[in-house]
């Protein structure tokens, strides 16, 4: 084989059509490319679209954190200051992270739509993917993969004083100014 493919988008199914479609476009500055006979597409890009809604004719069970199935869609920003503007935009919305997270490999903050499916909003904290790699295989990764809880309120305090970018997306700088928040693994499974 040698064609790669490219993911091309997500399909929920829901019974709360209106306000799942009303929460994608606030969450990921996107628009409704068509939406008509139970379907909505959405889109942010180029791509015609990213996220699907399928709404369901009849009052969907609500989301069982203890079922299989999948757990969130990520989305990727260029910078921490794009990564924090979103996050004051939607706070301005009363839209609020359920858990920020500080990967390591990335800073992310998840979200839950309407249906409780998370959304994780992020940024990479390596320049390379070689690098994220490697840090994947390191020590620090290997005996935290999930990472540790931070306060992105804190976040533009640090850069304001001073703190460099890659200071504030480490395990180190969350542990440090926010040593007493949950461990991030039972907000993500709950």
């Known amino acids: ?20 479609r009303d929460w994608y476009c606030t969450v990921l500055d996107a628009h409704v490319v068509y939406e008509g006979h139970g379907l909505c597409f959405i889109t ?18 609500p989301r069982n954190p203890g079922a299989a199935g999948m757990h ?20 301005s919305k009363g839209i609020e992270p359920k858990v920020p997270i500080q990967h390591g490999v990335t800073t992310s903050l998840y979200y839950q739509d309407p249906d409780g499916n ?50 504030i997306t480490t395990h180190a700088w969350a542990l440090e100014t926010t040593p007493d928040l949950p461990n991030p693994m039972i907000a993500l499974t709950s």
């Open 1 to 20: 084989m040698t064609a790669t493919p490219k993911f091309a988008h997500v399909v929920l199914q829901t019974s709360r059509f209106e306000a799942m």
């Open 44 to 61: 942010f890009d180029e791509e015609h679209h990213r996220v699907a809604l399928l709404g369901a004719p009849t009052a969907l069970e």
């Open 72 to 91: 969130h869609t990520a989305y990727t920003f260029d910078t921490l200051g794009d990564l924090l503007d979103r996050y004051e935009s939607l706070k």
């Open 118 to 167: 998370f959304v994780e909003l992020q940024i990479d904290n390596f320049s390379t993917p070689d690098e994220a790699t490697a840090y994947m295989n390191g020590p620090e990764y290997g005996g935290n993969p999930v990472g540790v809880s931070f306060d992105p309120v804190l976040i533009p305090q640090a850069l304001s004083a001073g703190t460099p970018v890659d200071r």
